[in-house]
Nanobody, 123 residues
Framework: QMQLVESGGGSVQAGGSLRLSCVAS??????IGWFRQPPGKEREGTAV????????YYADSVKGRFTISRDYAKNTVYLQMNSLKPEDTAMYYC??????????????????WGQGTQVTVSS
């Protein structure tokens, strides 16, 4: 059974950085996405990586600040978050599946989900 384990969340001041990790039990799935759910809001796509090509895609709100990357040897996908803003505060989840690029931001496309890790950014 596919398992995703997240870590790296925490509380930081605006302008700070965090690196989230998502360790997968297997690297079968082509698409690993990071989603976030701010308090009282819907889950939204943040970034995605296609594990075969290494190509990453980002929500407009995080472009230039967040970087998604992979480490095949460790079965791990990272989300490096720099220049954090209060509006980045959310529960962050990683998810895996086979997702067309045009639909990468749609959470319903993903089959497996991690437990989530909380990111809190204070102003």
């Amino acid at each position: 059974q596919m398992q995703l384990v997240e870590s790296g969340g925490g509380s930081v001041q605006a302008g700070g950085s965090l690196r989230l990790s998502c360790v997968a039990s297997e690297y079968t799935y082509s698409t690993i996405g990071w989603f976030r759910q701010p308090p009282g809001k819907e889950r939204e796509g943040t970034a995605v990586i296609y594990t075969g090509s290494g190509n990453g895609y980002y929500a407009d709100s995080v472009k230039g600040r967040f970087t998604i990357s992979r480490d095949y040897a460790k079965n791990t996908v990272y989300l490096q978050m720099n220049s954090l803003k209060p509006e980045d505060t959310a529960m962050y989840y990683c998810a895996a599946g086979y997702v067309p690029q045009v639909r990468w931001y749609s959470y319903s496309e993903y089959r497996y989900w991690g437990q989530g890790t909380q990111v809190t950014v204070s102003s």
